[in-house]
């Protein structure tokens, strides 16, 4: 009985020892290049879409804002700083028996999605009513703009470190030493509005330098 139970617990120990340790991966961050971290049309119609299934008002607008900036940071003539920031801005506005308001989110998950609908509909309730209050746009044909500039948008932080170079080389040749930001963005921008029952208009995303 003794001699089992030691080898039990040699076995116990030799299976122990042969259970695979924990792997623990990193996640790499994303690089910093402003137009890899913008949302597709189909992400800011689902934002839009459930926003309109989560309210009853009588009109409801929509408009998403995404800005993304990446940006290169130098001083005593050396780059030490490449970063990327997104900022997400969902806004809505609700019109309510002739009253109005708007509220706006950063956060695109549901009970987010919820909230930023009832605060709409309960600023628009304490408002009072506005006979000049225009309705909201029936369907619209928007003509095609050309301001996004996909070698600014994907600009990568070599890119950024070529232009910063031309900079320190010439302030070294001129015995100055130059310090400040090289930064390349993107801005995008979608417009949505409903007449309750239907979608009356959609403004597809535009994208900025």
């Avoid at 597709?40 to 309210?55: H, N, Q, V, Y």
């Avoid at 801005?187 to 995303?205: G, N």
């Amino acid at each position: 009985m003794t001699r089992k139970t030691k080898k039990s617990a040699k076995n116990t120990r030799a299976a122990a020892s042969r259970k695979p340790a924990a792997v623990h991966r990193k996640v790499a961050p994303r690089p910093a290049v402003a137009g890899l971290h913008l949302l597709s049309d189909a992400e800011m119609r689902r934002i839009a879409e459930k926003i309109f299934k989560l309210s009853d008002a009588d009109e409801t607008e929509v408009e998403i804002g995404m800005v993304s900036d990446a940006l290169t940071r130098f001083a005593n003539n050396t780059i030490h700083q490449n970063v990327a920031e997104q900022v997400l801005n969902v806004s809505v506005r609700t019109v309510l028996d002739g009253r109005t308001a708007r509220a706006t989110t950063n956060k695109t998950d549901d009970e987010s999605l919820r909230r930023v609908v009832d605060t709409s509909k309960t600023l628009a309730r304490s408002q009072p009513r506005n006979p000049d209050l225009l309705p909201m746009p029936g369907p619209q044909k928007y003509g095609k703009v050309s301001r996004y500039f996909e070698n600014t948008a994907h600009a990568t932080p070599a890119d950024r470190a070529r232009a910063v170079a031309r900079v320190a080389e010439m302030a070294g040749k001129n015995k100055q030493t130059a310090a400040g930001i090289f930064t390349t963005g993107v801005t995008q921008s979608a417009s949505m509005a409903r007449r309750c029952p239907r979608i009356s208009v959609f403004a597809s995303p535009e994208r900025l330098k």
